[in-house]
């Protein structure tokens, strides 16, 4: 997880009705994050050489208030995996916005390099994001930026017709490893838009990774 601090103003015309921007002290984020799909089930069925694969996607922190409390979760920019089948099922359940792309991963993390790299290929170019592992993975503080990030519990995606989709995502706390050496190597504004591109050539917030776990993500409902 690669995270940048990003003006709120660019991400507005984002925002699902009925939900707002989530800040972290007064400070905005979106995160470019990559990880691995293991033994994936959609609507509890294995697809056949579908239940394996990486996926990297840019997202950002919303929340909604509900009656007892706040609802916090993210939004999607644009997530890419490398089959098309999967970009067309994601698409058609979540109204996400799935793009398929030759992917790869290269996972030393528990080798002595301890390096991590997802790549795709974009417009005949490998793009990448990578990062080294430092120190020993333990649970993020509560207040802690770490926290922040990993702990949203809802997706949102505005739906074609102005409505929302909300579905809620189960996954215990993760722990993280505190990240070094990242470099996201891209097109960002081929891949995500020119508002992305100042952003995400600075210098990330934070960097770390997390140890993830089993997901459950349910079904989605209209707001």
């Known amino acids: 997880m690669a995270n940048y601090e990003i003006d709120p103003a660019v991400l507005e015309p984002l925002v699902p009705r009925g939900t707002e921007i989530d800040l972290w002290h007064g400070r905005c984020f979106v995160s470019v994050v990559g990880f691995q799909f293991l033994n994936t089930r959609v609507l509890g069925v294995a697809v056949p050489f579908h239940r394996n694969f990486e996926e990297v996607n840019l997202r950002f922190y919303v929340r909604r208030l509900v009656e007892g409390g706040?609802?916090?979760?993210?939004?999607?920019?644009?997530?890419?995996?490398?089959?098309?089948?999967?970009?067309?099922?994601?698409?058609?359940?979540?109204?996400?916005?799935?793009?398929?792309?030759?992917?790869?991963?290269?996972?030393?993390?528990?080798?002595?390099?301890?390096?991590?790299?997802?790549?795709?290929?974009?417009?005949?170019?490998?793009?990448r994001l990578g990062m080294t592992l430092a120190g020993e993975a333990s649970l993020p503080e509560e207040a802690s930026e770490e926290a922040f990030i990993t702990e949203h519990y809802w997706g949102y995606t505005g739906q074609r017709d102005g409505s929302t989709l909300e579905y809620r995502v189960e996954h215990p706390r993760w722990k993280v490893w505190r990240a070094v050496d990242t470099e996201l190597v891209c097109d960002v504004a081929a891949l995500y838009g020119e508002r992305f591109a100042p952003c995400l050539s600075a210098r990330p917030s934070s960097s770390f990774v997390a140890d993830g776990s089993a997901i459950v993500v349910r079904r989605g409902m209209g707001l």
Do not use: I, T
């Open 70 to 127: 706040v609802r916090r979760g993210v939004v999607f920019v644009k997530e890419v995996v490398p089959r098309r089948v999967l970009a067309w099922v994601a698409n058609a359940l979540y109204n996400e916005k799935y793009v398929a792309l030759p992917m790869s991963c290269e996972d030393h993390a528990m080798d002595a390099s301890r390096r991590l790299v997802y790549g795709w290929r974009l417009d005949g170019r490998w793009c």
